[in-house]
């Protein structure tokens, strides 16, 4: 099975050269430290954590700069998400020119905070134009809100009903109280009302309790024509200002590259100076222990003495040790390495479970996604994310999976007549049929849930199978023979008695069926309880182990669920087809069935490919790694050059 091999490392040099050592091995990106608390930091090392907290504050600022000069480069948008190659002499580069590039920085967040600055003033100016320009003949100053004796309210009454309300109270309770109408439309009635000022507080509960909208306190001084004035004439500097700005700012896309450089750098320099700080030693020597895989561990230690004085050796792992799980996979079975992963990595004892897995994942996938358009819709999406985009990392994987899992919804559709459901018949009106090439699920659902359980049936025996070589492979091929091999015979002799009728026309299986299915029950009955020196307590333990055929008729029933999704899958497309199409073939039908299958079928895809990936995950965590893989295992973490944009060649 593809697990690579791991060999343990030990390695001894000198402090003064410690720290281009790791940076070797960071680039190397193939050796994996063991685990240690932080050691303190000898005199000679300060520099590289004063740099390293330097860094560490300006990373933020370097990743947003060049996130900018990414998406106004036409070329790096072009690239998506992908790294620039770069050589290491590169980085060494952007080092020495720290400062001058910290200067660009500098300058380019300027521009920016000038820009932010004036976008909150033109905002500012455009909300105060807003407010105004209802007023803008009223004959008063803003400012003067009072006089000594006086006190000025403008602002406008929902209705002409309110402010007739509050005229009447105003005569009862206030009446030295004016009111004085500025304009009026639908919406409101504008005015200005003034009264005493030991009365204010009277007039101001009233006015609000008949919806009276206060004028905002703009914090302004100046009749509203002026200032709306003022505004028009800066309105156009703003603007040649913004755009003067923008132009500037455009000029630091040809920096881009040496913010990516300079951000990657320090991201280099901190987790070069993590691992150093947690590398024990003397003040002259220092030693690390960790994991490399075996097929690299010749070549990296003869490289690291040629260039360093070290001491290293390396050997494969004793009874006991742990190492950490690479998995190493054809490229078509790599992508499902991510659904392993989900459940638990293989220990350096077990099987990688992937080259299994694949293919009943892109067999389970696509049956439950089973429909031409859909299958297209999600290879298109992922395919343009795995290989226009060029995602990293999860999503990357994902993308990967998920297009190669697309492909076999695209075969599925073939074989069962499916393209968007049956649109093609709705929109043709029945002119046009797509022809299932094996047959249509919806006409024979009882022949999809037999094949259903029969691929299920494949898809435990290949588990049993598997379980079969881990127990020959520590020597216990004898456990296998009579504790796995009979449940072939029980399982599919109790198939044949089933159904063995129907499989070859005019010839019989029950009758090997019955042979098959008695004599694994006599193995499994016979051997069952073994270890129990006891004769009659042998054949109880024997006799309980026959119980487990509840658990396979159990695990057999659960593939039935590929027939529920494949029907609500179809179900639910030929539903919103019929839907949008209710309108018939008229033009304003065209376009509502178009609005109807946008949404309809977008949100059938999205959850019908979650459901199908959630239900093949499960069949596999459940039915499938029940029969033979436990996991427990680490991934291989190795120290590695983590960038953020750059990407160049890993040697030692």
Known sequence: MPVIEMSRLTLVGLATQKADIMESLIRLGAVELDEMPPQPVPQSLEPYDERGFLS????????????????????????????????????????????????????????????????????????????????DGLDLDLAMTATRETVVFAGAFPSRDALEAFLAQAREEAPETHVEVYSEDIASVRVVVVTLKFREGLVHTGLRQHGFHLLPALGLSGKPRQILEDIADRSDDNQRRFERLEKELLDFVSQGKDFE?????????????????????????????GWIPAKLADDMTHALKQR??????TRPPVAGESPPIQLNNHTLVKPYEIIVEMFSPPSHEDVDPSPLLAPFFFLFFGMMLSDIGYGLVLTGLTGYMAFKKKATGEMGRMSRML??????????????????????????????????????????????????????????????????????????????????????????????????????????????????????AAVLLLFGGRDSKNPILRLVKGLLSLYNITAYFSDILSYTRILALVLATSVIAMVFNKLGFMLGPTPIGYVVFIIAALIGHTLNLALSALSAYVHTSRLHYVEFFSKFYEGGGRLFKPLRIRTRFIQFDRKP
């Open 403 to 520: 297009f190669i899992s697309g492909i076999g919804s695209i075969i599925w559709g073939i074989l069962f007549g499916g393209f968007f459901g049956d649109m093609l018949t709705v929109l043709s009106q029945g002119k046009i049929v797509v022809p299932s090439l094996w047959f249509n699920p919806m006409e024979e659902p009882m022949t999809l849930m037999v094949w259903s359980m029969v691929f299920g049936v494949l898809h435990l025996f290949t588990a049993m199978g598997a379980k079969i070589y881990l127990l020959a492979k520590t020597g216990r091929l004898f456990d296998a023979l009579v504790d796995v091999v009979p449940w072939y015979l029980v399982i599919t002799g109790l198939g044949l008695m089933l159904g063995g009728d129907s499989l070859i026309p005019g010839v019989s299986l029950k009758l090997a069926g019955q042979v098959m299915a008695i004599a694994g």
């Open 261 to 289: 450089l300079l951000h990657d750098y320090y991201l280099l320099q901190s987790d070069k100076i993590d691992a150093l700080n947690c590398l024990p030693g003397t003040a002259n020597t220092f030693y690390l222990t």
């Open 56 to 135: 560490l504050n300006s990373v933020s600022r370097l990743e947003a700069a060049a996130e900018y000069c990414r998406q106004q480069d036409p070329q790096s948008h072009h690239m998506g998400s992908a790294k620039r190659l770069a050589q290491a002499e590169d980085f060494v580069l952007a080092g020495q020119r720290e400062h001058e590039i910290m200067e660009q920085l500098h300058s380019f967040e300027h521009i920016q905070t000038q820009i932010a600055q004036l976008r909150t003033s033109i905002a500012q100016d455009e909300t105060v134009r807003e407010i105004l320009t209802p007023w």
């Open 308 to 313: 360093f004085l070290v001491a290293a050796e």
